[in-house]
DNA sequence: AGCACGCCGACT
DNA sequence: GTCGGCGTGCTC
């Protein structure tokens, strides 16, 4: 055979692609992972991507390579074609997509070069071999238990909307994106499940999205409850990153292998490896945790999207409060909005109260009218939820006789007080995890009377705790839940109905069904009102709706109390009648006056140096090479100055940011990749750092 | 990202 | 004298 090489995809940073030689010994195809060697270091693993007739790469740089892994199949088309996809609209090299989304086994030189000859995968083969037999010999030995059948075991009735949202997905047969906007127990889950039932009787297999690692749990065993039982054990595999490696191993080979006819997890299983499927489900889409903030900066749910479009299947996104993008395109009639309208129990809404803070007095953070409200809840035997999103005991120690405000000596930030029962107080920086003990006097002017101003969740805690001496109240937030398994275990005392008042960061918001909840009192939302960028106020009204609907779910009458110092922001009205329509439609007009997302589209480039001045140089330099350089590509294109961040430094590092927006994304990624590339060969070693994020959701 | 090469400060 | 600090360069 002739002379051929390979492209292939390698786990390192850098902006171009590595062509291999194909010894005649081998033979490797599109998909398979190879061991080359590479550099200095002696051999990494990769997956070829091309097969190529000739390569540009000069012949005494050609290496060989030096093995073909066959212990798996090799990656399907299509799912080489997502990567590649990935890595365009990303602007990454494709290795810094498929590696990462591979079990470390997979990837990782060391599981093949240690003591035995044997593959990973074989290793984990032979020991599932030996589970069973184990298994089977205790079976046989004990006596047959009967299986129980569980609470999800079987459908539930479903009302007319949910039927026919139920009807409409399961008979699409197309590529279509389905918005299925729902309020908070309106019972979109079993909107889901059935359409899954539905695709799974016609033999396809489907991928479940939900945002985070702890919603997993609970939908796991909803999803195994109900169909296990008809496709066997293995018909459902998790996938997150708190798996193990083996565990990882695991889920891809029952992927890769059909066993697995559902995948349920959190944004990467969007790279679930699943062939013949039939439908993807984004649940809470609007949530920012599908986006990934680190590495590949993509988004989960649009690259669901885009995977469905391929495969011509239908995708649905569902949310009580869709993201601005998304409720859009229901205007604009790109995708299907399925509206379920009604609480599936007999309980309403619960009643939303605006109290001005600006015209009662506070005490010590909490008004009178919140403080009667909890208190009728202790008469009642009910639970209260107390929402800060701010934890800690205050958000700064502060000398009352000069101006002294504690400081991280890392960051541009204030270090914040932390305070709570059996630990010594501490001045904790909440950006770089620097920490001190707490000065016992001021150390600009000597004062010893220095305290903590303002309040979060530790000093909440104790507040209440003086409050109702005999009130049980548990504090949920990240420094409480640090330890392994202590946030499923707070959770479970708070269900269980002991806790009387649960106080709590964002972590109570979301996915929890508390029984005896009836009052939401919600402290400092004007906080999120205010900051920084164009979409905090579309983050504050979704978390205002989820952390209200954990009211009232099973009591009636129940009740939110808001604390706000403007009661008459239309964000906060349209809060008070549950309305999110209304809500979207004014935030929307001024998106579409102020020509932001969804009417334009976003790349942010963030540049990171020891002083921002450089940072600052440096895109100045890239906005200079693209004006003088490219100028036909920035037609339509804009090009913001670059600004230093709100918050410059973190961890010594001073960061600045280059905003680049267009009403035609076509022309921003045609733009982007030439001037990326053009920046990447002037720049062959920069000194500064750069990332590159298309669709940034902070800016 | 790794890893090697290389040229200056403080150890045996 | 050399051990090791991390600045600079390279990877098909
Ligand atoms: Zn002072
Ligand atoms: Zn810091």
Redesign the pocket.
Known sequence: MRNYWVRVALD???E?????HVPTTLSPQRGQRVIV?????KQIIGVVTAILDKTD?PLD???DIIQVLDDLPPFSDTWIDLCEFAAKYYLRPIGEVILPVLPPPLRKITAYTGKTTSSPVERLDKKIRNQQKKAQQKKQSSTHQATTPSAHSTSLTLNTEQRIAVEVISQTQHFKTFLLHGITGSGKTEVYLQALAQKLAEGKSVIFLVPEINLTPQFEQILKDRFCPLYGENTVVTMHSGLSDGDRLLAWLRMQRQEAKIVLGTRMSIFAPLENIGLIIVDEEHDASYKQQDGLRYSARDLAIWRAKQLTIPVVLGSATPSLESWQHTLTGKYEKLCLTQRAKVTHLPHIKLINTKKIPLNQGLSPDLISAIDERLQRGEQSMIYLNRRGFSPVLRCSSCSWTSECIRCSVHTVLHQSAGKPATLQCHHCGYTTRVPYKCPECGNQDISGLGYGTQRIEEVLGHLFPHAKIQRIDADSTRLKGSAEKLFTEAHSGDVDIIVGTQMIAKGHDFKRLSLVGILNADMMLFSGDFRAPERLFAQLIQVSGRAGRHLPDAEVLLQTEFPDHNLYQSLLKHDYAEFASTTLEERKIAKLPPFSYQVLISAQAKKVEDAIDFLKTIIRMAKEDMPDYLEGIQLYDPIPLKIIRVANIERAQLLIESESRTRLHHFMQIWLQRVYQFFR?PKVKYFVEVDPLDI
């Open positions: 390192i940073p850098l171009t692609f590595f062509d291999y060697p590479f550099g200095h270091q790469i740089k050609q290496k070693t």
